[in-house]
């Protein structure tokens, strides 16, 4: 199992976003749903699509955040 500490400092407002690289998506599926459930999170790969069983990158943010992040870490 993954580590959540950076999901759940996301949840908590302690940071603004996680980018994860090659990522299992066994790892990061029930991530999803604790983003959206939030209200202003998203969650997408790092081109901006949604997360599929076929998705090996992520981009979890507070949803301000969002635009800025998406294209890798470089940009933030």
């Known amino acids: ?11 908590s407002g302690k940071i603004d976003a996680v980018i994860e690289t090659d990522v299992n998506i066994l790892d990061i599926c029930g991530m999803r749903g604790d983003r959206q ?8 790969d790092l081109s901006g699509a949604p997360i599929t069983l076929q ?9 301000p955040m969002h635009a800025p992040g998406i294209g890798g870490p470089e940009l933030i």
Do not use: C, I, K
């Open 1 to 11: 199992m993954g580590d959540f500490l950076h999901y759940h400092l996301l949840a």
């Open 37 to 44: 459930r939030g209200g202003e999170g998203r969650f997408t």
């Open 55 to 63: 998705s090996t990158s992520v981009l979890a943010t507070n949803g």
